[in-house]
């Protein structure tokens, strides 16, 4: 690809979070000499939901967190390159700094102890579970997540003639674990099918010392100056399928009124601004609309949304230890402590970032995730405190506080992230709902028009709804 007369393709890039940087420093990489690289974003920062941030002394991530699996993954090598392996500040810790919480303090609902066997069992019921999901050996006839989990745990209690309302407790807790990976509200609208589909990385499992802002930052670095330019909001795109007028340039129509022409563009918003805008109507436009497999792909497709809520324990600094544990909570279905509100029912733990931390951490998904968002910081620790009252530890637990929170201390203050609140990403991660399939993300990333060799591609689509093709889209460019 070159010059036409004199002046370069031009490529404008539709948000500035990892797919849109990544495009753009594959492209410079590959093709600056020969393409006008522009990336655009609606906010003031770059990063999309990563999001590096201090609280209480602590470093902790708003949004992403880990990087599943270091053997192979292109994210550890960039992060690696980045300087994120390497801690900014020795003194400061970081969340998740000793890996995943282990050793966990599991109660039942009013502080009941629970048999380490019955745990251990449930525990082994569910990752059997989820192996056979992993490997595709299911019932063709289930269609979701949730009811082979379930019909597979009410199949081992019947076998084993148990109807012990902790065991139904256990089990929950690990539903609820589930839901936060997965982002889904209800284990009943997870495909099981595509889950099957989904491949970690090998090796270990980490959180960045540097903090994961560091990878995005690494991508930007390498970009020509002034090609992000931040506060720039993409109102409509106006497209030109084969029969109109192929080959044409994009025009981009940005909410201050200004546009400007592209080549190509390459929208790497998030579904749910996808969902608002196609679906909705309410946000990013297309003109003319997008195809109706693609416009099928993104109302199939699931949004979801994580909340992280992170607490602040009263009486010292981040450096003084706490001994808060790793609190696994066991709700009772039947017979529950009136106090308790009903958005944390689904949280399945309270746990320090890291051991002896006084930064503690709880995750919400879906409608509970939604309702955090909306509350006050005064409601939401009246919430906790309840919560914690009704899960008050055995006496040998020693929390070095009175008063709100029983034996486990009071929570001084709270930060909460707030992905679904913003109109930039209005959600957190998207999800293979029952209904979908992998298809439709491919649909989703079909670049338009569809037949390239009737006229150039005009529009490319990329992110982590798309994740199955991302490369593809510079691969195009690059000659790939």
């Not at 981009?252 to 608002?276: M, N, P, R």
């Amino acid at each position: 690809m070159g010059e036409i007369g004199g002046k370069k393709p031009k490529v404008v890039i539709v948000g500035a979070g990892m797919a849109g940087l990544a495009a753009g420093r594959r492209l410079h990489d590959c093709a600056g000499d020969v393409l006008d690289i522009a990336v655009v974003e609606a906010g003031d920062r770059i990063g999309g939901r990563i999001l590096t941030s201090k609280f209480a002394g602590a470093q902790v991530e708003i949004g992403a967190t880990w990087i599943h699996g270091i053997d192979g993954s292109p994210i550890y090598e960039i992060a690696r390159k980045a300087g994120a392996l390497i801690p900014d500040d020795p003194a400061t810790a970081w969340e998740r700094k000793d890996g995943f919480p282990s050793n966990p303090l599991t109660l039942g609902e009013g502080g009941l102890s629970i048999d380490p066997s019955l745990l251990g069992r449930i525990s082994s019921v569910f990752s059997n579970l989820k192996d056979l999901i992993v490997s595709g050996k299911t019932n063709g006839e289930i269609a979701s997540v949730g009811e082979f989990l379930r019909r597979g745990f009410e199949s081992n209690r019947a076998e084993n003639h148990r109807a012990d309302w902790m065991e139904e407790a256990a089990f929950a807790m690990h539903e609820c674990g589930e839901r936060t990976y997965t982002a889904v509200d209800d284990l009943e609208s997870l495909d099981l099918a595509a889950e099957k589909e989904y491949c970690e990385f090998p090796g270990e499992h980490i959180a960045l010392p540097g903090g994961y802002s560091r990878v995005p930052e690494f991508l930007a670095a390498a970009l020509p100056p002034g090609a992000i330019r931040l506060r720039r909001k993409v109102s409509k795109v106006e497209w030109h399928p084969v029969g109109l007028a192929g080959g044409d340039p994009v025009r981009i129509l940005y909410d201050d009124g200004e546009a400007e022409f592209a080549d190509h563009t390459i929208v790497t918003v998030s579904l749910g601004v996808l969902k608002a805008g196609v679906i909705h109507g309410d946000g990013l436009f297309f003109s003319p609309s997008l195809p109706e497999a693609k416009i099928d792909a993104i109302r199939r497709l699931g949004f979801g949304l994580v909340t992280k809520l992170f607490m602040e324990l009263e009486g010292g600094e981040e450096e003084e230890k706490s001994p808060f544990p790793y609190l696994r909570m066991a709700f009772n279905p039947s017979r529950q402590v009136a106090e308790i509100p009903r958005w944390i029912r689904r949280t399945d733990s309270i746990c320090p970032i890291h051991r002896g931390s006084r930064v503690l951490l709880a995750w919400f998904v879906g409608r509970e995730a939604a309702e955090v968002e909306k509350m006050d910081d005064d409601e939401i620790i009246r919430g906790v405190h309840a919560t914690l009252d009704g899960f008050s530890p055995p006496p040998a637990f020693d929390g070095g506080g009175g008063g709100g929170g029983g034996g486990y201390g009071r929570i001084a203050r709270v930060r909460k992230s707030e992905w679904g609140k913003d109109p930039r990403f209005l959600g957190s991660y998207s999800y293979v709902a029952v209904g979908s399939s992998g298809d439709d993300q491919d649909a989703l990333a079909d670049p338009l028009p569809s037949d390239s060799s009737l006229s150039p591609l005009q529009i490319l689509f990329a992110g982590e709804a798309t994740h199955l093709v991302d490369s593809l889209i510079i691969d195009w460019f690059c000659g790939g």
